[in-house]
């Protein structure tokens, strides 16, 4: 089999079999396509490959700049890769089995504290867009979604009464999330002073809206958060929100079964990397503040 039909036949695989969205596949795709590259440019066919191509090219990655969430996604899609070869019976070796990426490679999430959350949704926009990014800003904070499951929320999706959201994430996996009766006060005041003039007499089945009456996009929403952090001096990124969600749950007392839950992490140990966030955040809190810390 050639390479490049086997490289379609693993997206696509990724498509259907693994339901994986557009994006994550494109990101496999981009991956690959730099790991067959380099295949070549060795004269080694991925049917043959070795630990030690791998390990070669993930040491190439980093000595040309690559960060370390960069080297591990890719490590992630060659691990990917090869399980489909051997699922298909391409292969009768796994080349990555045992290969797992090193504790440096692991960039702890970076978690706003309360105050500067209370900070930026205090802020005061002048644009008429002001209750829109407010809500958008509070439901990502109370619920930790994604900026992407963010922009795809629907009317249809959001329980008022009962105070959940129904959310359809990474692999098209739905999970259901509770949000605070404040956050629905907010939702409901954009809902009703806001969103119908942005409609102009139209029809969307989707909540948060640009001025043309179309679903917001991640990049409009994360244009807006910036400038939320200019005016109150605050470094913040969607997924900074996210990541302070998860924290502020976690030091607040909740079980890390619940948070992977609400987070829509498949494998717990995503979630763990919370509890490391929420040591280093206790540790540097007791270096501050106790008399005999210093």
């Known amino acids: 089999m050639e390479e490049i039909e086997l490289h379609k036949k ?21 991956d690959l396509k730099g790991f067959f590259t380099y295949l070549k440019q060795q ?29 591990a996604r890719n490590l992630s899609t060659l691990k990917q890769f090869f399980r489909f070869m051997i699922l298909e019976n391409i292969i009768h070796h796994d080349p990555t089995e045992g290969l797992k990426s090193p504790k440096l490679w692991i960039r702890l999430p970076k978690a706003l504290d309360v105050d500067e959350i209370k900070k930026l949704l205090s802020v ?19 619920s930790g979604l994604r900026v992407s499951e963010l922009v795809k929320l629907r009317l249809q999706d959001i329980n008022f009464e009962a105070g959940f959201i ?11 999330v509770p949000i605070a009766p404040r956050t629905i006060e907010t939702i409901k005041e954009y809902l009703m002073e806001l969103r119908p003039s942005l409609l102009k007499k139209k029809a ?8 043309r009456g179309q679903p917001m996009t991640r ?15 605050i470094n913040v990124t969607p997924h900074m929100i996210r990541h302070s969600f998860a924290t502020h749950l976690l030091e607040g007392g909740a079980d890390l079964r619940s948070l992977q839950k609400m ?14 966030v929420s040591m280093d955040r206790l540790k540097k809190e007791y270096l501050k503040h106790h008399p005999r810390a210093k």
């Open 166 to 176: 129904r959310v359809r994430g990474k692999g098209d996996k739905e999970r259901v």
């Open 124 to 142: 005061m926009l002048s644009s008429r867009y002001f209750l829109r990014d407010i809500a958008m800003l509070e439901l990502m904070y109370a």
């Open 219 to 233: 990049q409009r929403f994360w244009q807006n958060l910036k400038k939320m952090g200019k005016m109150t001096g």
């Open 10 to 30: 693993f997206l696509n695989y990724l498509l259907t079999e693994k339901a994986l969205s557009i994006n994550t596949v494109k990101s496999y795709e981009n």
């Open 263 to 276: 987070l829509g992490h498949s494998d717990i140990s995503t979630t763990q990397i919370y509890t490391k």
């Open 204 to 211: 969307s089945a989707y909540v948060f809206l640009n001025n």
């Open 43 to 71: 004269d080694i066919s991925a049917l043959n490959c070795a630990k030690e191509t791998i390990i070669n090219y993930l040491l190439g990655l980093k000595e040309k700049g690559y960060n370390s969430s960069s080297i």
